[in-house]
C-alpha cells in the first residue's frame, strides 16, 4: 500500500518529467539554439546567391557556413543550420522580396568532424576544447533521453511490481538526465563563445539566444525536480516501511 502522500509525489514527479522530454525533444530537433541578426544586404550588388548555393550545396566548411550565417541572419542548431534568403528567382527586381528561411542538417559523420583553432584553415592545428565541447553538445542530449527513457522503464516495472524501492534507481537517473541536459546548454555556449573569439564577424552583427535553448534549459531543473520527487517518495516510503515493520515486530 503506497500513502497518498508519496502516491502524488510520484505523479508529480512523472509530469515533470514527461515535459522535461518534451522540452529536451523539440530543443534537439529544432534550429534556434543560437541566432544572428544583420545589417540589411543590398541585393543588386552582392552574391547572395552564390552564399546561398554554397551554403546549401557546397563541401561541409565551418568558416563558410558561419561567415554564411553572419551575413544573412542566420539560426544554428544541434542538428540544423539556416540562413534567411529571398524566395523568388527575380527578387532583385522587388524593392522588398520575400524572405524565407532555407536550413541544411549537419549529418553524423560532421557532427564528429576535428574544430580547427581558425576555423576554416586545416594547418592550424586541431582545437580539441572546441571538438569536444562540439561532440558533447550533440551526445549529451541524446543521452539524457536515453536515461529518461530508462528510466520510464524501470518505472513501469516497479508498478507492475508494486514496489517502490525501483524509484529510488528512477530517481538517480533523473539526476544523471538533468545534470546531462545542463550539459549540453553549457557545451554549446562555450562552444559558440570559443568560436565567436576566432571569426570575424561583419560590423553591425548581432547575435542573440534563441528559444530552442532555453527549452533546453528549462528542462534540465524540471528533470532534477523529477528526480527529488522520486528520491523522496522512494527514501521516505523505505523509511516508513521499516518503522512499521520494526514495530510490528516488537
Known amino acids: 500500500m503506497v500513502d497518498n502522500r508519496y502516491a502524488t509525489a510520484l505523479v508529480i514527479g ?69 540562413i534567411l534568403v529571398p524566395s ?60 529518461v527513457f530508462l528510466s520510464g522503464l524501470i518505472g513501469i516495472c516497479a508498478c507492475l511490481c508494486r514496489s517502490l524501492t525501483p524509484t529510488l534507481g528512477v530517481g538517480v537517473l533523473h539526476l544523471l538526465a538533468g545534470l546531462c541536459s545542463l550539459g549540453t546548454v553549457c557545451c554549446f555556449l562555450a562552444g559558440m563563445d570559443l568560436l565567436h573569439r576566432n571569426s570575424a564577424r561583419p560590423n553591425g552583427t548581432e547575435d542573440s539566444l534563441g528559444w530552442s535553448l532555453y527549452l533546453a534549459l528549462i528542462s534540465a531543473p524540471l528533470q532534477m525536480m523529477a528526480a527529488a520527487l522520486f528520491l523522496w517518495a522512494a527514501r521516505s516510503h523505505r523509511k516508513s516501511y521499516t518503522r512499521m515493520t520494526a514495530y510490528r515486530v516488537a
Open 14 to 82: 512523472s509530469v515533470l518529467s514527461l515535459l522535461a522530454t518534451v522540452y529536451l525533444s523539440v530543443a534537439v530537433g529544432t534550429q534556434h539554439w543560437y541566432q544572428y541578426c544583420s545589417l540589411p544586404v543590398k541585393h543588386e550588388t552582392s552574391n547572395v546567391s552564390e552564399l546561398r548555393e554554397e551554403f546549401i550545396n557546397g563541401e561541409f566548411d565551418e568558416k563558410s557556413y558561419s561567415d554564411t550565417m553572419f551575413r544573412l541572419n542566420g539560426t544554428l542548431g544541434l542538428w540544423w543550420r539556416c
Open 88 to 147: 523568388q528567382s527575380h527578387w532583385f527586381k522587388e524593392p522588398d522580396p520575400k524572405m524565407v528561411t532555407q536550413c541544411v542538417s549537419f549529418t553524423l559523420p560532421q557532427q564528429f568532424v576535428p574544430k580547427y583553432k581558425e576555423p576554416g584553415n586545416h594547418n592550424s592545428g586541431e582545437d580539441m576544447l572546441r571538438t569536444y565541447l562540439w561532440r558533447s553538445q550533440f551526445l549529451l542530449p541524446l543521452v539524457s533521453l536515453a536515461l
